[in-house]
């Protein structure tokens, strides 16, 4: 109903903001504004107007920003500030349901110069469209090459950075179907041949196992009945592959024996599309987030499911007059959706803690249940969460839009949609606080789909809706 009014508001408020916005305080209020008719506009042009109108004349506000680099060159042009990763709420217009949260904490921040990485170079992939996702291979050894693949079109593109800097293009895998577009990949390896694996799969809900070295695939799964949004391998257990799909399940594949065995989802199992998945380093268990605002936790660890593992590892379709008898689980071990107001499309395990985020610009670190419970403790009826801190950044508030981690260097970072990349590292001395530093370079001005890290988190590489490839260095290397 409001929508025959958007055009009307929007030339206001170019009017307003031509005349107005070179008050310095006016800025904060339009930004406000924005955000607030934005609910009546599900299109959002007015946000779009209000904030970039008022940042393209408020010369102020820019001046006024600590350590701003902006050099005109595609040399390092970074901006690096240190901010509070919890204190205030998200701009976004659910933020104010987040303050009921048990276990909100506030941090002073820590001095911090200079940002965290480095730019290095950038590609646009020839084929023009969005690149979703972009995946490192961490399995290789320390004095391995750093490969990692990106997603995007039809097209599953693997690159190496060499040591000295730049990108080299090793490998692009096209799939024979012109209408299938990659959302995202995973790597793992031949267990016989130890040649590099890569999993990819989108909008077809088709999973593709390529073979990087022939440039072929060794394995097609279908089982899905849309688009598939996730994949992830299984941490110790590489031949065990799971996936999330937009019709609503998520499926436990081998891709040795090539069978199903397991089916997550059903009664109480997510009621929209699974937007991401993660294992647990241990692998012993499953998060999952989605469109119905839910997070969810799957066991498996029970005598059942490992019965099916080790079976899945013999089984013979070849041999066998039966097919696979996959395993259907209904009930998830835990379920909250008092974490997130909307779309959850980004979740990580950080020890027995959870990362997620959703288009409320923040990034959530929480545990299901109170703080001093252990798994075994919960009731799948508890739906209580703890939360244990948050990292909060600037216009993201578009879904799709995933996170890196690196688990063993303790780094996180997410990119907007105006390009800009926001870098989170813990501190070991206190792991309630963070330091955060932001990355930007003039040519980088479209949405950042998905952020990657080397093993050693001395490379970080993006994707971006333009179908460029970013890859940044950090300045100072640590060790594993």
Not at 35 to 63: F, H, Q, T, Y
Not at 92 to 98: K, L, N, Q
Not at 332 to 355: A, E, K, M
Request: hydrophobic share 35%; net charge neutral; glycine share 6%.
């Amino acid at each position: 109903m409001y929508h025959r009014y958007d055009d009307r508001v929007v030339a206001t408020l170019r009017v307003f903001l031509a005349a107005k916005s070179e008050q310095k305080h006016l800025f904060s209020l339009l930004k406000l504004f924005a955000n607030k008719i934005n609910c009546l506009l599900p299109n959002g042009r007015v946000a779009e107007v209000c904030v970039e109108s008022a940042m393209s004349s408020e010369k102020v506000k820019n001046d006024n920003e600590p350590n701003e680099d902006s050099d005109d060159s595609c040399g390092d042009e970074s901006a690096s500030f240190t901010t509070n990763s919890t204190t205030s709420r998200s701009k976004s217009p659910a933020s104010s349901t987040r303050s009921k949260r048990r276990g909100r904490r506030s941090h002073k921040s820590k001095p911090k110069s200079g940002a965290a990485y480095k730019y290095d170079t950038h590609v646009k992939e020839n084929h023009g469209a969005n690149i979703f996702g972009v995946s490192f291979n961490t399995l290789l050894g320390k004095d391995e090459p750093q490969v990692f693949a990106t997603a995007g079109s039809n097209r599953c593109t693997v690159y190496e950075c060499p040591r000295k800097g730049g990108l080299t293009l090793l490998h692009c895998y096209a799939d024979p179907d012109p209408d299938e577009v990659f959302y995202t990949c995973a790597w793992s390896y031949n267990l016989k041949t130890s040649a590099p694996l890569l999993a990819a799969a989108g909008y077809r809900g088709v999973i593709r196992v390529i073979d990087i070295e022939q440039n072929e695939a060794v394995g097609n799964y279908i089982g899905h009945g849309q688009a598939i949004n996730e994949l992830k391998f299984h941490p110790h257990k590489l031949q065990l592959l799971l996936s999330g799909s937009k019709d609503h399940a998520i499926r436990l594949w081998n891709i040795q024996t090539h069978v199903c065995i397991a089916i997550f989802g059903g009664v109480e199992g997510h009621r929209d599309e699974v937007l991401s998945i993660d294992f647990n380093m241990r692998g012993d268990r499953i998060v999952s987030s989605g469109m119905d605002h839910s997070l969810k936790l799957w066991c498996l660890n029970t005598q059942e499911f490992q019965h099916k593992i080790e079976l899945s590892q013999t089984f013979s379709q070849e041999k066998s007059t039966l097919p696979f008898p996959t395993i259907t689980k209904h009930f998830p071990d835990f379920s909250t959706r008092d974490i997130h107001r909307n779309y959850v499309d980004c979740v990580q395990w950080f020890g027995n803690f959870v990362l997620s985020k959703s288009c409320e610009n923040a990034i959530v670190c929480w545990k299901p249940g109170q703080l001093h419970q252990s798994f075994e403790q919960l009731k799948p009826s508890d739906s209580s969460c703890t939360i244990i801190a948050e990292f909060e950044y600037d216009e993201c508030e578009i879904w799709f839009v995933r996170f890196g981690f690196n688990p063993w260097q303790k780094v996180i970072a997410l990119g907007n949609q105006q390009g800009k990349v926001y870098v989170w590292e813990m501190d070991p001395s206190d792991p309630e606080g963070a330091h955060m530093t932001t990355l930007h370079n003039a040519r980088s001005v479209a949405t950042v789909r998905q952020i990657a890290f080397s093993r050693d988190a001395s490379v970080l590489v993006y994707v971006c809706d333009d179908a460029t490839v970013w890859r940044w260095n950090r300045r100072q290397p640590t060790a594993l």
